[in-house]
């Protein structure tokens, strides 16, 4: 047992704004009683629930790719020293996996989801997260250039693919769906793209971006997958896209969505010497929208590694940038692509990119539905989170930032024109309890009785960034992990999966499908529910209800 | 060849293009073979980039390479006429004259065919899981081979940490070899420095390293005879199912006690900092 006193406590989810409050855990979660054991004087400290990343790339074929493609940056920084019990690793642009689970417990992340797994790496995406130490895990399925699917749809026969979608969510032992630029990444396997919900997507003569996005929408709220279609919609990171992602909010309505990165979704202009920010636009339509959530997938400026299942998009940022290029095609189901990059703040283009994030974040005014992510490694490394919070609290600082940006950035940004400063609720909210919601993990992001111990206690701090960026205790299931910098502990994570209901005889129907089109045989393909460690399945939901 | 509904009629609807110093086998189940001349790989493969982008070459350069530039001009045209091509490579052009730069030079011509089609490259990988080792390592450490952990955290040199230039330079006190035979393979200064060192080998087989080492355990045969984990060269996972049962361990029960056995005895590691905020 253990007593956390005096510490003054923002848990959004309980609604407690800055109260003094002792907190007592045992067995891992949160107690209303408590006898005898250790007790953590945190008299002027902040507590928070641990941090929650709802899109992020840490494990898998893609990030792994990537670190092949980077040894430049593994030489210069930073090295975890192995132990007797821990285990070593690099961090940087691409983290290795131990040194993953250190950085994000090291700021009070607690638990991260992978966004983007396609079903034949599956099998490897859960063997690298195993490899992460010390956070929840969770991972979403790649499904929306899946050629079995895409046929389905395309012969109308909706209720069929909807069982066989439930059927990939097993084999991938997944915790839900997330679609990659729908048809655009199918197209791609001839050198296309699809950039528009009307645009023509090769192989199919019905079946367009706009039909593949509402009926993946529909198919997962009938499934009751607890997190919602996660979205990487078309056209990303073209100016003048703001068109294509309001029409995708369009054809949502009625569903549940969540969109990931939205910053890169957000431009207007058509380009790249005339592309503005489009924030103010989208999140007019986003806040009338109660329908979905969104992550911020925002900008610093320095070094990074992008990757993305979006290969045509890929294909273009190695045009434009002329640096290494690395393209993945995962037979019938998606594809990949890895360039590093480099966001400068002389780069107009870049510093539009870098206003977008922090407009979207400050334009949104319900903090349960806009959350804290830089789709890491893409728009920045994840650990350097507590850079934005510094940035997303203190206006002064954000005006110095803005006076490095070109000139004539001058009407292609409204961020000059906005003051809103976070408050340390607000924070708590877009770090923890809302992308928990939004995962659907009611256990996690939240400081009351019976809930996962996992908490963060920081130094009060006018140097934000350092305030956030070393705290002083980190808490995973009740147990330190983190001490005033120094790991302590490297429990094992758990992993979240989902177990959606399909008719089992969907097998029948599949297999012959199957062996006609893949190079592997029906049975090797999904993932074995024994090679899952410490996994734990989420139940699914019923929609429709009361409180939707 | 797998039938699919871009391709119905099988191997009947791709063109396999075979490069090679000599007409082997697989020439004869290739429907064009170009026979390039030893050791002229990166001066093809860089005409070739210059040729898809319209760039003067002279007769001269072409013909030393061993192939003519009507069959060149001809390969080219039916490359960008592909829907989707891939070129496939292996040890003949990375372990050759010019080595990763013909790699490096292939990489770019594939890279640089998407401005016509879509092109990709992949590397022919040997026997065995290699490219299993290589994504473990790379998710691990960062590095796919060539590392060093001797300070506590990976670093990175092919040419100086790589197997062979460490035994070379008689650099280890100790080798501990799983799935290999470098007995067969390497110079001899590497097998020497093997047969002088305490060498541990794990292998179903009696190898020619089993034969110059210290100990030598038979271990179960992986895919036959133990479960695991195989990586294709396409880096897919494959589950291995054993057939039959064995009576040696598996590879990974002979590490893991080798392992917990060590865990007894004296960190020679301690006073070393959690982290260092930068390498250089």
Known sequence: MLRITGGTVYDPANGIDGEVKDLYIADGRFSSKFETGRTIDATGLVIMPGGVDVHTHVAGGSINFARAMTPEDHRRTQAFIRSKTRRSGLGGMAPTTFATGYLYAGMGWTTVNEAAVPVLSARHTHEELRDIPIVDKSSLVLMANNEIILDLLEEGEDERAKHILAWHIWAAKSYGVKAVNPGGVASWKYGNDAKHLTSKIDGYDHVTPGTIITKFAKMIDELGIPHPLHLHCNNLGAPGNVETTLETMRHLEGSRAHFAHLQYHAYGGDDWGNMRSEAAQLADYFNAHPNMTTDAGAVLFGDTVTITAD?????????????????????????????????????????????????????????????????????????????????????????????????????????????????????????????????????????????????????????????????????????????????????????????????????????????????????????????????????????????? | MQKSKFLPRGRKDRTVVMVDIRETKSAKAADHFLQVRPGKDFELLTIMRAMIKDQEISEAEVAATGVSMEVLRDLIDQMKKAKFGVMFFGMGLSMT??????????????????????????????????????????????????????????????????????????????????????????????????????????????????????VHITTAPAGIAAPGTGYRMDEVPMPLKPALNSPYPSDEEVVRRIKEAIAEKPDWMTNQPQMIESQV
């Open chain 1, 311 to 548: 290969g045509p998009w890929q294909h273009l940022l190695y045009k434009l940038t002329g640096r290494k290029w690395g393209n993945l095609d995962v037979e019938n189901e998606t594809g990949c692509g890895i360039v590093p990059y480099t966001y400068r703040p002389s780069n107009l283009v870049n510093a539009v990119q870098w206003a977008v994030g922090l407009e979207l974040l400050l334009l949104i005014n319900d903090p349960w539905r806009v959350f804290l992510s830089t789709d890491h490694p893409n728009g920045a490394c994840f650990w350097r989170y507590p850079e934005i919070i510094q940035l997303l609290m203190c206006s002064d600082y954000r005006n110095e930032c803005m006076a490095n940006l070109p000139p004539n950035i001058k009407n292609k940004i409204s961020l000059p024109e906005i003051d809103r400063e976070y408050t340390l609720y607000e924070i708590a909210t877009i770090t923890s309890a809302g992308p928990s919601r939004a995962l659907g993990l009611p256990q996690k992001g939240d400081l009351g009785i019976g809930k996962d111990a996992d908490l963060v206690i920081y130094h009060q701090d006018h140097d934000i960034a350092r305030m956030f960026g070393h705290p002083r205790y980190v808490f995973k299931g009740g147990e330190i992990v983190i001490e005033e910098g120094d790991i302590r502990e490297t429990p094992d994570g758990r992993e979240y999966l989902v177990q959606p209901s399909y008719d089992p005889e969907i097998d029948k129907f599949l297999r012959p499908l199957f062996e006609d089109r893949y190079c592997m045989s029906f049975e090797n393909y999904p993932v074995e529910m024994e090679r899952i460690e410490r996994s734990q399945i989420q139940d699914c939901v019923t929609l429709g209800g009361e409180g939707e």
């Open chain 2, 97 to 214: 004259r010019g080595k990763h730069m013909n790699a490096a030079a292939l990489l770019t011509f594939a890279a640089e065919m998407n401005a016509f089609t879509k092109f990709v490259a992949m590397p022919m990988r040997g026997h065995g899981n290699v490219t299993g080792a290589d994504v473990i390592m790379r998710w691990q450490t960062g590095y796919p081979f060539g590392i060093s952990l001797n300070r506590g955290y990976p670093r990175y040199n092919p040419g100086e940490f790589s197997t062979v230039d460490v035994l070379v330079r008689g650099d280890t006190d100790c080798a501990f070899i799983i799935g290999a035979d470098p007995g067969a393979t390497m110079p001899k200064p590497a097998i020497d420095h093997l047969a002088k060192v305490p060498t541990i080998v794990l292998d179903p087989h009696v190898t020619h390293t089993s034969r110059l080492s210290r």
